[in-house]
């Protein structure tokens, strides 16, 4: 039997397809993970407009509210403490990030406080004289327009801006409304919930590189991208910088897909590379079987031809010495025309399958009563059956179906080499059983059953091989060909049907089970 061996040839072609798959694949890979870096980019610098858009207007909307409310102080002049109190409460309905609201006297004295509880330290100062409020005092003084301040920290030691709006009455300037904004709050107020657990934000002024608020955490092990986004508010240059985080479960699941699509192009590169291996060399096997085919029917035509001549003077040698020859010499002259007669049997029934197979004869096929085939058959074995003691069993289908072959090609070489084998391993007393069963409308099945002596698995695996000997002799001794399955396979296949074998091989004990069954599957006529 002949065995695979690996072809390193064909390996080296396989392994070069790998490489080329792996070189398309690859480069994809490195695309979908700088788009994926991209879009996250994308993602960030978007954010960072939002979030500096969001701060911009919401400052200008603080501003607005600021001024409307100037004008719907009741007492334009402050005069007391009551007043200032009913009108920051309104402001502070509109404000829920508003720490403190304080009205700060031309002299630059803090007068009120609300609500008073945690800036008592403020009451009475005189803000014109701390240098970091004063220059922002004077510019809304001096343009009559609210100013911003940089970052700052409060008494209650929060970051927080200030918005200084002065205060006019009939264009005499009154004072100030110093209101601080808690970052922290109007930050909160400023993202979604469900952005806080995946950005990161930086507020930074230019004109104050020192002073930074940050909202958010971002650890080392944690993956950000960038986004930046620089904008003016209140004559103050601010730029906002936002981290795009990525949780511990997502890069988890980044990875995971990175690692799974890398594998995948893995796998897939190998399953094509594996594929085309195969490919390559099953094309070769059929190359190699189409010239040995094309061998062997070349030495079988001229094994044919160059030994049926002298076959034929051999038989025209042996009837002429037979008469001649004394009653003695007969008998052995007759033993080499039965051996001349069975080598020319031989070749005509190879001859007659390569022509089938090659194609060159055509079978003429007919529906045939399977019954009437099977009994037929018996008949032509009586003789040996008899005399070797065995008892032909034919079960009858009664619905007797009908196959289509050629009948003369079908019962010569199918069920007479099937019934000639059963026979053959059959020993005296056993039983050699045929029998037909219609399955459904469209297959007929016959069974060849002996009870002889049986096969092995390996012969079995191998009588349908051709260049596996499996030839041995019978219960007494009987000769064989050798192509006899050879000869069912093939024309079982011709007539669109296939074959199978299964068998017991005899053992030491007498009561085991032992025999073989051929079973034949059919078309339906």
């Known amino acids: 039997m002949r065995r695979h061996r690996i072809d390193f040839r064909l390996l080296a072609k396989a392994f070069l397809v790998f490489l080329v798959l792996m070189g398309f694949f690859l480069p994809a890979l490195v695309l979908y993970d700088q788009v994926d870096r991209a879009m996250r980019s994308t993602r960030a610098n978007f954010a960072a407009t939002q979030v500096a858009s969001r701060v911009q207007n919401s400052i200008a909307n603080r501003v607005d509210l600021l001024k409307l409310l100037e004008y719907l102080v009741p007492s334009p002049r402050l005069e007391t403490f009551d007043e200032f109190t009913a009108w920051s409460h309104k402001v502070v309905r509109n404000m829920p990030e508003l720490e403190s609201l304080k009205f700060i006297e031309p002299n630059g004295v803090v007068r009120w406080i609300v609500p008073f509880s945690g800036n008592p330290v403020a009451m009475g100062r005189n803000l014109l004289e701390r240098p970091d409020v004063s220059p922002y005092l004077a510019a809304a003084r001096q343009t009559m327009a609210p100013q911003l301040t940089h970052i700052v920290r409060t008494y209650q030691d929060k970051l927080a801006l200030i918005i200084y709006a002065p205060l006019v009455e009939r264009g005499v300037f009154i004072g100030w409304i110093d209101c601080v904004l808690s970052l922290d709050v109007l930050m909160a107020n400023l993202l979604p919930i469900k952005e806080i657990g995946n950005i990161y934000v930086k507020m930074e002024f230019k004109d104050h590189p020192d002073q930074i608020y940050e909202y958010g955490n971002v650890t080392h092990s944690q993956v950000a991208t960038f986004g930046r986004s620089d904008f003016e508010i209140l004559n103050q240059p601010l730029a906002i910088t936002v981290r795009y985080l990525l949780s511990a479960q997502q890069q988890t699941e980044i990875r995971t897909l990175r690692w799974l699509i890398f594998f995948g192009i893995i796998a897939s590169s190998l399953t094509i590379a594996v594929l085309a291996y195969v490919f390559m060399w099953s094309r070769k096997q059929m190359e190699w079987r189409l010239e040995k085919e094309h061998f062997q029917s ?132 056993g039983r050699v059983i045929m029998r037909s069963q219609a399955r459904g409308n469209h297959e007929v099945i016959i069974e060849v059953i002996d009870e002889g002596v049986g096969m092995g698995e390996e012969i079995r695996r191998s009588l349908f091989l051709e260049d596996v000997d499996v030839t041995k002799p019978g219960t007494l001794g009987e000769q064989g060909t050798g192509i006899g399955m050879l000869q069912v396979k093939s024309y079982t296949r011709i007539f669109g049907g296939r074959v199978t074998v299964t068998s017991l091989k005899k053992t030491s004990i007498d009561h085991d089970p032992h025999g073989t069954t051929v079973r034949l599957y059919l078309p339906r006529a």
Do not use: C
Not at 342 to 365: F, H, Y
Not at 381 to 396: C, I, M, P, S, W
């Open 298 to 429: 070349v030495l079988l035509n001229l094994m044919v031809h160059d030994i049926i001549n002298p076959l034929l003077i051999v038989r025209m040698s042996t009837d002429a010495a037979m008469r001649l020859a004394s009653p003695d010499v007969e008998v052995q002259l007759k033993k080499t025309e039965y051996g001349i007669d069975q080598m020319s049997d031989v070749i005509a029934r190879v001859r007659d399958m390569r022509a089938v197979e090659l194609g060159k004869k055509q079978l003429q096929t007919t529906a045939v009563w399977v019954n009437e085939l099977i009994a037929d058959t018996f008949k032509l074995f009586d003789d040996r059956l008899r005399a070797k003691g065995l008892v032909a069993d034919f079960q009858v289908d009664p619905q007797n179906p009908q196959i289509l072959v050629d009948r003369i090609s079908f019962q010569n070489n199918v069920l007479n080499n099937l019934v000639a084998n059963a026979i053959k391993f059959s020993e005296s007393g």
